[in-house]
């Protein structure tokens, strides 16, 4: 609400009406960006003033402690029937998702402005997630803001960016601080210095115009005591006022601002007048959410609380959504309030796959407990627990559901400490404690066994048979698997009869019955229906898993492209991860390097460095052996991190690094010093179903030099049995390009070797064309080909690193940014900027970026 100068911003202005005029047939996301304060808003509010018969729809997010899930459709709802109708009846988020993308398909050139998607929660951040996928079918503009420097790597709406950021609808402005001219000119009429003012604030327009507007000769210390000398001059009701609508939020409904304050009302022409709020017919709010928190904490805690009370009475006269009550009422100290709403507001983000809100109620609830409840606290904490594990908080739900089991124990409930032992089972497995995982889902099933049969036994026997199912016990998971269906089946428990179901299909598939794969699809479909979103989605990632470990990259494709759509749109981050890691290591078996890179990307910013888990060791691997294969600096960082995380042989983990480092050490013409750490992954990959971790170090031992016996499959097996020539055609066969080309690489005739070299170089893959070259010249070969792009650069030679760097640099992109993008540290890129700029003789990146620009139009 209100305005703040709009200087320097004629050519964002402009390229959003570009972009708008591109939505007359394909739609685009526009992401606008910037500090608090910048001016955002003011641009997009501009940008929409210069096309007054345009339909623009509007949401924002709230900067409540939790977020209400799809809070931004509120406002698109009240127009809306259907999707009105759908988010008052809890519908699945893919239908509201859907009501959206057809609201904005209804009428060409609608704009959909969503601001503030910092605080977004994941019902939010999932919508976008499926709109950047649709919207190039779709006539129209969403324009959403966000604050960049509010979202750390782990943040989900970093997440979401890196997701997204390669989809053709996606754009994206950055606002920049004013210069120091424009701040100048604004200062000029109250005769403040304009130097001093840009240097105090940071050229951010929020801040110069509120110290100008509290200013007499001296400049407040902080943009706080800006808008606190302004609010000063006000009358003290005026300034009641303010306290009331800091403390409602962002925009006040005039009728509830009534029933909270019928005294101060009239008092709102003034604080507009003044410029603290602004005003439209229905709602009144501050410019600038930094106003209002100034106001909000400024207001004594006393009054503050009781303000909190008065707003939480109107609002629950007034159906507001349960996390909004939920928030006030915690504020205003109100326990027996806040653990009703709480509870409300955790079921309902629960139903819109926003488990991460849900945690954060539930957290809320176990806050406003009293400390005798145990039986409740026990009970809370496990719904606790599974919401953190649901949106892959697996150490704060592993601690939630220990607190919860000490309790169960406390007040012998044996039902419920074999139910919890049985979660904790679970989420061992997900933390990879695979032994304590076994241990305690058969310490869970004993216990159970004593009592009565019923659901909590079901659920610890399919438990039991998803950890040997994974971790390739078949015969026995069969078992297992086979009695807990029997028993949730005779109980009505669908969901614990579709996990069932789903493991004793993987059983199979894992031991080459494909025909499991038809018993698995039917145990996810059984699990959609059951609202099981975990098992579901569990169920898709290893459908993807069996298509990697046939080789069949059709399928991965297909298949996980499935599973992170729905674990996308449902919220469970933790399986989507998965999908994702396990493509992108069949990327890089097909050559794909690039889009290896983007899809293991995400994974790693939002588990790495520390996350003991399977998809961490996994991208680790893919993103080291690209920067090996590459010839990219710094392959064993990414190495090192996955022998840490991977603590599971049979999960292929530390299976992966042995094999990269017999790779890396053939390329350098070594190979002695890892033959031991070779030798004893073979022999723990001998325990694997799947060949290809058995038969790839067999590989490695008999190129190194130490050949074993080992019956394997591919191209790999016919290195071992028969030499170069049958692994090349097993590797032709099987679609693995760079596997073929480190065969060919073994003959010692010309004709297989440039063969090899010419894939090497189509790949880009400098370390292998190296050794090729080597080989090749050792024959007496003549006219060896060079990789492509070698003599790009009259004044010296980069690497393909370097020009990945330099490219980005001409982009525009800081050093951050350019490390974000291409998976290094701040450090190294710097040092290959330095590089760059020695070898291409200039002395400024803005130089080498004109001759990066130069030497592209050639």
């Excluded at 106003?291 to 503050?304: D, E, I, N, S, Y």
Aim: net charge negative; hydrophobic share 45%.
């Amino acid at each position: 609400m209100g305005s703040q100068p709009l200087l320097e911003r004629h050519a964002e202005l402009e390229q959003l009406s570009t972009w708008a005029r591109g939505t007359r047939t394909d739609g685009s996301l526009v992401l606008v960006s910037g500090p608090a304060g910048i001016g955002k808003t003011s641009l997009v509010e501009a940008f929409l003033a210069s096309r007054p018969a345009s339909r623009v729809l509007r949401g924002a997010c709230e900067s409540l402690s939790t977020p209400q899930p799809l809070a931004p459709l509120a406002d698109l709802a009240r127009g809306d029937d259907h999707l009105s109708d759908l988010l008052a009846s809890g519908a699945a988020p893919i239908a509201v998702y859907g009501a959206v993308r057809d609201g904005l398909a209804a009428r060409r050139g609608t704009t959909l402005l969503l601001e503030d998607l910092h605080w977004a929660d994941d019902a939010t951040l999932d919508l976008l997630r499926y709109l950047a996928r649709r919207l190039t079918s779709v006539p129209a503009l969403v324009i959403a803001t966000y604050r960049d420097d509010e979202i750390g790597a782990g943040h989900p709406l970093r997440v979401l960016l890196g997701d997204i950021g390669a989809h053709s609808s996606i754009r994206r402005t950055t606002l920049r601080p004013l210069s120091e001219q424009a701040v100048a000119a604004l200062a000029a009429p109250t005769g403040v210095d304009g130097v001093g003012l840009w240097h105090r604030t940071g050229g951010n327009p929020f801040f110069v115009t509120e110290v100008l507007a509290a200013n007499g000769a001296t400049l407040p210390p902080t943009v706080s005591d800006a808008v606190l000398a302004r609010a000063a001059r006000l009358p003290e009701g005026a300034r009641a006022l303010l306290a009331t609508v800091a403390v409602l939020g962002r925009d006040a409904e005039l009728p509830i601002l009534r029933s909270v304050a019928p005294s101060l009302v009239h008092h709102v022409d003034r604080c507009v007048d003044a410029g603290m709020l602004g005003a439209d017919r229905n709602a009144v709010g501050f410019r600038h959410e930094l106003a209002r928190l100034a106001v909000a904490a400024a207001t004594p805690p006393g009054r503050r609380a009781e303000l909190h009370r008065s707003v939480l009475a109107a609002l629950e006269a007034a159906g507001a959504p349960a996390a909004t009550l939920a928030h006030h009422a915690e504020e205003a100290g109100d326990r027996a309030a806040t653990r009703r709403h709480a509870d409300d507001a955790a079921q309902h983000a629960t139903r819109l796959g926003a488990h991460r809100q849900a945690a954060e109620q539930w957290q809320r609830v176990l806050r406003a407990l009293p400390a005798t409840a145990d039986a409740e606290r026990a009970d809370v904490l496990g719904r606790c627990s599974y919401a953190c594990a649901l949106s892959d908080h697996i150490a704060e739900a592993t601690e939630e559901a220990e607190q919860a089991l000490r309790l169960w124990r406390a007040l012998d409930e044996p039902l419920r400490e074999g139910d919890t032992l049985s979660w904790l089972a679970r989420l061992a497995w997900m933390s990879q404690r695979v032994d304590d995982a076994d241990r305690l889902g058969r310490t869970a099933a004993a216990l159970l066994e004593q009592l009565p049969a019923g659901v909590e036994l079901a659920r610890a026997r399919a438990t039991v048979a998803q950890h040997l199912a994974t971790h390739l016990g078949p015969a026995e998971a069969r078992d297992w698997g086979r009695r807990a269906r029997e028993l949730a089946e005779q109980l009505g428990a669908d969901a614990i009869a579709a996990q069932a179901t789903i493991d004793l299909g993987l059983s199979r598939a894992l031991t080459g019955d494909l025909g499991g794969l038809g018993e698995m699809r039917t145990g996810v479909a059984a699990a959609i229906v059951a609202r099981s979103d975990d098992h579901a989605a569990r169920g898709l990632f290893q459908m993807v898993r069996v298509a990697c470990v046939a080789l069949d990259h059709e399928a991965v494709d297909e298949r996980a492209a499935a599973a992170q759509a729905f674990c996308a749109e449902r919220g469970v981050e933790f399986w989507g991860d998965y999908a994702r890691a396990f493509r992108a290591q069949n990327l890089l078996h097909r050559g794909q390097f690039d889009d290896a890179v983007t899809e293991a990307g995400p994974v790693w910013h939002r588990t790495a460095p520390t996350s003991p888990a399977v998809r961490t060791a996994t991208v680790a691997v893919n993103l080291g052996l690209v920067r090996l294969r590459r010839g990219e600096a710094d392959p064993d960082d990414l190495l090192d991190v996955a022998a840490r995380t991977a603590v599971l042989p049979s999960l292929k983990g530390s299976l992966g690094v042995a094999a990269a480092r017999a790779e890396a050490a053939w390329l350098a013409g070594g190979g002695q010093a890892v033959l031991d750490e070779v030798r004893s992954a073979w022999h723990a990959a001998r325990s694997v179903t799947d060949g290809w971790w058995n038969a790839e170090l067999a590989w490695w031992l008999d190129v190194l030099g130490a050949p074993e016996e080992v019956e394997g499959r591919g191209g790999f097996a016919g290195g071992v049995a028969g030499g170069w020539q049958p692994a090349a055609d097993g590797f032709g066969a099987l679609g693995l390009p760079y596997h073929r080309a480190m065969a060919l690489a073994g003959s010692h005739e010309e004709a297989p070797l440039r063969e090899a070299l010419a894939i090497a170089h189509a790949l880009g893959v400098h370390p292998l064309s190296r050794l090729v070259s080597r080989r090749l010249r050792a024959l007496g070969a003549r006219r060896i080909p060079q990789p492509p792009g070698t003599d790009r650069w009259r004044d010296g030679t980069l690497t393909a690193r370097e020009r990945e760097v330099l490219d980005l640099l001409a982009e525009g992109l800081r050093d951050a940014e350019i490390a974000a993008h291409l998976h290094l540290s701040a450090r190294t890129v710097n040092h290959h900027v330095s590089a760059i700029l020695r070898k291409l003789d200039v002395s400024t990146r803005a130089a080498a970026a004109a001759r990066a620009h130069r030497e592209s139009t050639k």
